[in-house]
T-cell receptor, first 113, second 109 residues
Framework: GAVVSQHPSRVICKSGTSVKIECRSL??????MFWYRQFPKQSLMLMAT?????????EQGVEKDKFLINHASLTLSTLTVTSAHPEDSSFYIC?????????FGSGTQLSVL | GQNIDQPTEMTATEGAIVQINCTYQ??????LFWYQQHAGEAPTFLSY??LDGLEEKGRFSSFLSRSKGYSYLLLKELQMKDSASYLC??????????WGAGTKLIIKP
């Protein structure tokens, strides 16, 4: 069964609204979670590394005030896309570190109208 | 620089076997993943290799040789639903995930 649960799988929102995506590790504690974004026909791009109890580390070019990451517990990290615009439409995927292994969520398709 | 190479596209026949290769040059190695991605969907985890050798999971098997920087995904008894892109990805020493561009697999009847 799935070890990382990501919700919602699809979301459609109006421009200017905020969207929250949840990533949960179901049967292990994840001190580190990762958030990725995938543009059509391109590989996944790492956006940020989320560490439990501390601020996320963002990759170069990723706006931390736009993509808010919270990792308040060892089993939950959230990504909030604030004031979403059509250019934010994309696949967002999380992963959680469980020892040496990395487990991925099923992804969230965000469509901003 | 870091690089993942895999063929852009492959074609195979339903019921046959296909091997998709992946070679990598990365700063360190903490594991290699294979993912399946159907058009319009997020990637689905297929396999994870961190030690040399073959990992078998039903119709799909994945092989790793760390000394050669090489992996392959083997798909047996191909079905039409196996038509998808197959992505190879490596975790480097900084725990960064380096992705290949994917191999589009076309299955013909």
């Amino acid at each position: 069964g799935a070890v990382v649960s990501q919700h919602p799988s699809r979301v459609i929102c109006k421009s200017g609204t905020s969207v929250k995506i949840e990533c949960r590790s179901l049967d292990f504690q994840a001190t580190t979670m990762f958030w990725y974004r995938q543009f059509p026909k391109q590989s996944l791009m790492l956006m940020a590394t989320s560490n439990e109890g501390s601020k996320a580390t963002y990759e170069q070019g990723v706006e931390k005030d736009k993509f808010l990451i919270n990792h308040a517990s060892l089993t939950l990290s959230t990504l909030t896309v604030t004031s979403a615009h059509p250019e934010d439409s994309s696949f967002y995927i999380c992963s959680a570190s469980g020892g040496e292994k990395l487990f991925f969520g099923s992804g969230t398709q965000l469509s901003v109208l | 620089g870091q690089n993942i190479d895999q063929p852009t596209e492959m074609t195979a026949t339903e019921g046959a076997i296909v091997q998709i290769n992946c070679t990598y040059q990365t700063s360190g190695f903490n594991g290699l993943f294979w993912y399946q991605q159907h058009a319009g969907e997020a990637p689905t985890f297929l396999s994870y290799n961190v030690l040399d050798g073959l990992e078998e999971k039903g119709r799909f098997s994945s092989f790793l040789s760390r000394s050669k920087g090489y992996s392959y995904l083997l798909l047996k008894e191909l079905q039409m639903k196996d038509s998808a892109s197959y992505l190879c990805a490596v975790i480097d020493s900084n725990y960064q995930l380096i992705w290949g561009a994917g191999t589009k697999l076309i299955i013909k009847p």
